[in-house]
C-alpha cells in the first residue's frame, strides 16, 4: 500500500493510496482517538458508503449528518447545521469527525473540526479525483461566500487521509475530468517529467486504469506534501498551488458556484495564465499550445464563459487572498514545469487575453 507522510512536525499525518481501503477497518480505527465519531457527508455518496463504514465502526457511538450536494452547498448555513448537530448530541472535544465526500464535504467538515470547541480531530475520506489529488491533502479548511470562494476557513490538518481508488469507479465523467485539471496542473507547475507521462496516459488515465490512477494521485498528493511541508500557511511556495485559481475563482463566483465545476473553472484558468505568460514573453506558444492540449483531451474549457469581461474578472480577483498591498498577484509558468508569482500584471495584459 503506497503510504505517504506530510511532515509538520506534531501535525504530521499519513496519506494512504490504494484499492479497497473503506474496507480496512483498522486503517480507520487506528487514528480515531475515542468512542465518539460523527460522519460528515452527502446526498449523493451517502448511499454508496454510509452504511458500510458504519457497520465496520459498530462498537463506536457513531452518528452523522448528510448535506445535500453540490459547491453551492459549501456555505455558512451548512456549517452551522454541523455546528448544531455536534452540539444538540452533545459532541465533546475527543470527538472525532469523518469527512467522507468530495472537497466540499472535506473542506467544509475540517472547517468545523478546527473551529469545535476550538478543534477535534478528523479524518479525511476523500472520493473524488479532485479531493484524492488535492483538496484532501495539506489542511486547507473553507466555506464560500457570495462574493468569494473559500473566504471564511482555517489552515486545520486532518490525522489521516484514506484515499481508497475504488471510489472513483462510481464519479460521472464530468466529475471524473474536472478533478483531472488539478492533476495537470501539478505537471505544468512543477513537475515537466509527470506532464509528459500524462501526456502518454490520456486512454489509461480514462479508462479508469487502477495501476496508472494509483500512480497518478501518489504522484499528486507527493508533490503537494512536499510543498505544504514547506510552507503550511501559503506563506511563499505554497501559493503556485494556485495555478489557474485567480481566474478560476473569478469564473465560479460569478457563474454561480456549480455551474461550472471546480476543475473546469480552473482548466480554463489555466488556459488563461498561459496566455498572460505568452503575453509577458514567459512562456512559448509552442507550450501553450501543449497544455491546451492536455486539456482538452479532457473535455475541459479552454475559454473563459462568454459573458465574463475584464471588470467582471477584475472585480472578483480584487477579492483574491494572494493580493499583497493592493496588487493583484498571479501564478505564471514559464515553461512546462516551472511557474511563478508575479504583480506586474497589467490592465492592459489581462484585456489583451479576455
Same mark, same amino acid.
Given at each position: ?7 509538520? =512536525? &506534531?501535525?504530521? $499525518?499519513?496519506? $494512504? ?9 483498522? *486503517? ?20 454508496? $458508503? ?24 459549501? !456555505? ?5 447545521? +454541523?455546528?448544531?448537530?455536534? *452540539?444538540?448530541? &452533545? ?15 472535506? %473542506? ?22 479532485? !479531493? ?19 473566504? +471564511? ?5 486532518? /490525522?489521516? @487521509?484514506?484515499?481508497? +481508488? ?16 488539478? @492533476?495537470?496542473? $501539478? ?36 508533490? /503537494?506534501? %512536499? ?7 501559503? !506563506? ?7 495555478? =489557474? ?39 512559448? @506558444? ?5 497544455? &491546451? ?20 474578472? @477584475?472585480?472578483?480577483?480584487?477579492? %483574491?487572498? /494572494?493580493?499583497? =498591498? ?29
Amino acid at each position: 500500500m503506497p503510504t505517504l507522510q506530510l511532515e509538520l =512536525g &506534531e501535525r504530521s $499525518y499519513p496519506i $494512504y493510496i490504494d484499492s479497497g481501503l473503506l474496507t480496512n477497518i483498522d *486503517l480507520l480505527t487506528k487514528h480515531i482517538r475515542a468512542k465518539r465519531v460523527c460522519i460528515i457527508t452527502n446526498t449523493v455518496v451517502a448511499p454508496l $458508503y454510509l452504511e458500510e463504514i458504519k457497520a465496520k465502526l459498530s462498537d463506536y457511538e457513531l452518528d452523522e449528518v448528510i448535506l445535500p450536494d453540490g459547491e453551492a452547498e459549501k !456555505s455558512l448555513a451548512n456549517f452551522e447545521r +454541523i455546528m448544531s448537530h455536534l *452540539l444538540a448530541n &452533545e459532541h465533546g472535544r475527543d470527538t472525532t469527525l469523518i469527512a467522507l465526500g468530495g472537497g466540499v464535504i472535506g %473542506d467544509m467538515t475540517g472547517f468545523a473540526a478546527a473551529c469545535y470547541q476550538r478543534g477535534v480531530d478528523f479524518i479525511q475520506i476523500p472520493t473524488t479525483v479532485l !479531493s484524492q489529488v488535492d483538496s484532501s491533502v495539506g489542511g486547507k479548511t473553507a466555506v464560500n461566500h457570495p462574493l468569494g470562494k473559500n473566504m +471564511i476557513g482555517a489552515f486545520y490538518q486532518p /490525522k489521516a @487521509v484514506i484515499i481508497d +481508488i475504488n471510489t472513483l469507479t462510481t464519479l460521472p465523467v464530468r466529475e471524473f475530468n474536472a478533478g483531472i485539471a488539478e @492533476v495537470i496542473k $501539478y505537471g505544468i507547475l512543477g513537475d515537466k517529467e509527470f506532464f509528459c507521462w500524462l501526456e502518454n496516459n490520456i486512454t489509461a488515465i480514462q479508462q479508469g486504469d487502477e495501476a496508472i490512477l494509483a500512480t497518478m494521485i501518489e504522484k499528486c498528493c507527493q508533490c /503537494k506534501a %512536499d510543498i505544504v511541508s514547506n510552507d503550511e500557511t501559503e !506563506s511563499g511556495v505554497r501559493a503556485l498551488l494556485n495555478l =489557474g485559481h485567480t481566474f478560476g475563482h473569478a469564473i465560479e463566483a460569478e457563474q454561480g458556484y456549480g455551474n461550472w465545476l471546480h476543475g473546469e473553472a480552473v482548466a480554463a484558468g489555466m488556459v488563461l495564465a498561459s496566455k498572460l505568460a505568452v503575453v509577458m514573453d514567459l512562456l512559448e @506558444v509552442s507550450e501553450l499550445c501543449r497544455i &491546451e492540449s492536455l486539456i482538452k483531451a479532457f473535455d475541459l474549457p479552454l475559454l473563459a464563459p462568454e459573458n465574463m469581461g475584464l471588470d467582471e474578472f @477584475v472585480r472578483h480577483m480584487r477579492r %483574491d487572498k /494572494k493580493n499583497i =498591498g493592493g496588487k493583484l498577484r498571479f501564478i505564471i509558468p514559464t515553461s512546462i514545469g516551472n511557474s511563478e508569482i508575479r504583480d506586474d500584471v497589467t490592465v492592459k495584459m489581462l484585456q489583451q487575453i479576455l
